[in-house]
């Protein structure tokens, strides 16, 4: 009699179960599966990006930072020199000097997992990329400012002679250049010959001169413009909010190209209203220190677009904890897959900038709290469009490598079908 019980529990418990499969039920082991996925993962630091950087003579990058010393031996650690400090708005431009400083800086016992983003590799097979140190902006500045002047000859010649050495290398064929990274952040740089790098990750700070095929967000880093007012590190005031006068404040160039035209325009609206400071001038030392002056003591800071879509204004005010006013339609932002603007920034499209009113209203209306929270945001995340040298744990530099390694899939992916394509990206034509 009890064997027939047994039996009995056996028949139904395997018809049970493999109802359950049949229907679709989850078996015993979604449990424990289910469990584990719920889990929180244990990850170390993501390891550093292994960068090859080009030995270039120094006439390609620090040469025209001493245009009297000529030495054409490749730049070390050793004699990297300091960015001057007369550089006036050369330094806003700078980004390609600081990208090349961090990959020749050497510390012992620095430890890379966790102090940098990208390592500088001697072997060029070890690298997952390729660093180009071509002072494309600065070269513009020393050499082609003018545009017309016989010397941007030399800006010019400068361009030939790189492309012909990387054209010469094998692993500039190997990828066509796609995992190679120039920094461009002049909107003239590289500009005789810039349809030449088209396939290649530049680093920019907007895309407002190029068309899409040669600079997007597809490829190509967002930088932030390297800020020319101190940071202020001492910024432990009680009361913020109260302690800064001034609601808006802007200082700087008025008349400008292209969608800067809006800086005239804002001339008109702003002018006559107590607390809002708008006033034209021109980037020397003492003005520099002034606008200093002026952004941390006031609550918003104004940043219209420029000649191009940005400006380095924007992070004068991030370092300066002054909360940015962005009014620009086609901007885009260094970090944005990591930072969210919105939690320190507020923004206005050209049409609510340029309705009499609208914006001071707004600001007015946001809320002392609200104002009080952004600002603590600021002071949290300055740190990362700091560029220094040496390089510290996720500062500007570090965190254009890591966009850097965040574009290499998609140029290995286009690396691979260009070998094998017989006709050229024809879904592009589509």
Same mark, same amino acid.
């Given at each position: ?16 179960? %493999? ?82 400083? %961090? ?100 680093? /920019? ?18 930088? &932030? ?97 002054? /909360? ?42 946001? &809320? ?21 040298? &040496? ?40």
């Amino acid at each position: 009699m009890l064997g027939r019980v047994v039996l009995s529990f056996v028949f139904v418990l395997l018809l049970l179960t %493999s109802s359950a499969i049949f229907i679709g039920h989850p078996d015993i082991r979604s449990h424990f599966v289910l469990k584990s996925l719920n889990q929180p993962l244990q990850c170390g630091p993501e390891p550093p990006i292994r960068v090859y950087m080009y030995d270039l003579p120094r006439r390609f990058n620090v040469g025209m930072i001493n245009s009297q010393s000529k030495d054409e031996t490749p730049v070390t650690a050793k004699d990297f020199p300091t960015w001057p400090d007369n550089s006036g708005l050369r330094k806003q431009h700078s980004v390609e000097y600081w990208m090349m400083g %961090s990959l020749l800086y050497e510390r012992d016992g620095d430890s890379v997992e966790e102090t940098r983003d990208a390592v500088r590799v001697s072997d060029p097979e070890l690298a997952d990329a390729f660093f180009v140190p071509f002072f494309s902006s600065l070269s513009f500045n020393t050499h082609g400012h003018v545009m017309t002047d016989p010397e941007t000859e030399v800006d010019r010649k400068l361009q030939v002679d790189l492309l012909d050495i990387l054209k010469k290398s094998e692993y500039w064929k190997r990828s066509g250049g796609r995992d190679h990274v120039f920094p461009m952040t002049h909107p003239n740089a590289f500009r005789f010959l810039r349809d030449q790098v088209n396939e290649s990750i530049q680093v /920019v700070v907007d895309f407002g001169r190029y068309p899409k095929q040669m600079s997007n967000l597809h490829k190509d880093v967002v930088s &932030p413009y390297v800020h020319v007012v101190d940071s202020y590190t001492d910024d432990d005031i009680q009361d913020p909010y109260e302690s800064r006068s001034t609601l808006l404040f802007f200082r700087g160039r008025t008349l400008r190209k292209d969608e800067g035209i809006i800086r005239a325009k804002l001339t008109k609206i702003l002018a006559g209203i107590d607390d809002v400071h708008y006033e034209q001038s021109f980037a020397t030392g003492e003005n520099i220190k002034a606008s200093s002056q002026g952004m941390r003591s006031s609550k918003f800071c104004l940043d219209p677009a420029g000649d191009t879509p940005s400006s380095c204004r924007l992070f004068d005010a991030i370092v300066s904890h002054c /909360v940015p006013v962005i009014v620009s339609d086609q901007i885009e932002l260094p970090f944005e897959d990591e930072i969210d603007y919105t939690k320190f920034s507020v923004f206005f499209s050209f049409k609510e900038a340029l309705q009499p009113g609208y914006m001071v209203n707004q600001l007015r209306q946001l &809320p002392k709290e609200k104002w009080t929270e952004m600002w603590r945001q600021l002071k949290n995340i300055s740190h990362h469009y700091e560029f220094q040298y &040496p390089p510290k744990k996720r500062d500007a530099v570090n965190m254009l490598w890591r966009q850097v390694k965040h574009k290499l899939p998609a140029a290995k992916l286009s690396a691979h079908r260009s070998r094998r394509l017989k006709i050229p990206d024809w879904w592009r034509r589509r």
